[in-house]
């Protein structure tokens, strides 16, 4: 039971992701556009994220071997891109459908803690 | 809901389809673009002989959520038709692969991002055209919707 990185850090990682989507979720309900601390929030994702890939790059530096490592690559490119991507097209959309944006952002960073360990796995 | 009554509306400008909605729109197509295209890349070069009709179909359609992503950030009038497409095609692929794949499972040892409706993405395949082609033709048929 090969973990690609400390438990914690994915659990940490998943935490924030799922708490950004349901405050993003509130804030349709209410009808928000994103606050500032939800982006805020985003950008830890970002760290988190950026925290995990280097500690997994270090362990397959140190000999790991991801059964399938050009899905392993693909999944950590996509981990990167999403906070990122999803930020910058939020802050185009000052209405609730802001909030949408990040909302769709954090369930899928969560669901890609997942995958990212059942590729380095091979489960 | 309190916008301005007193538009001219002359000519009708092309509605935006890149707002609101659409800008959500953009965002999860432009994912499953990524996913399903990040994913027929790595199968159709690694294992392609071992299901190569559910890898051409995961290509197919990666390319068509790819076009589909342009075409809604454009918004000229050329781009919602050919997004109206887009989803057809999409809406008509999920139902058509889904069937087939629990019709003769035997032809897909893998999975597409259409197999089984989409279950293995949350049959977010299945339900995604079904509000994109909503989102396109009520733009095209309520005229001077403001927009929430």
Known sequence: MVCAVPEFLRIATAVVALLLAAWAIYLVIRSRPPRPALFAGVAVLELLAVALVITALVRLADGHKAPDPATFIGYVAAFLVVPPAGFALARMEPTKWGSAIIAVLGIVEAILVVRLQQVWTGV | ?148
């Not at chain 2, 809901?1 to 609101?20: E, K, L, S």
């Not at chain 2, 159709?44 to 071992?50: D, G, L, Q, R, S």
């Not at chain 2, 887009?86 to 003769?104: D, K, N, Q």
């Open chain 2, 1 to 148: 809901m309190m916008d301005v009554q007193q538009q001219p509306a002359p000519a009708p400008a092309p509605r935006r389809i890149n707002a609101g909605i659409g800008r959500v729109l953009i965002w999860v197509y432009g994912l499953f673009a990524l996913s399903a295209g990040a994913r027929a890349a790595v199968q159709i070069a690694t294992k392609f002989h071992v299901a190569p009709l559910a890898y051409t179909l995961s290509a197919l359609a990666a390319l068509i959520y790819l076009v589909a992503t342009v075409c809604l950030a454009r918004s000229t009038p050329a781009s919602r038709r050919l997004a109206i497409i887009c989803c057809s095609i999409e809406l008509v692929g999920v139902i058509a692969v889904g069937a087939a794949s629990i019709i003769w499972p035997a032809s897909f040892p893998d999975a597409t991002v259409w197999s089984d409706f989409g279950q293995g993405y949350g049959y977010v395949p299945l339900i995604l055209p079904m509000i994109g082609l909503w989102w396109l033709l009520r733009r095209s048929a309520a005229p001077a919707t403001p927009s929430e």
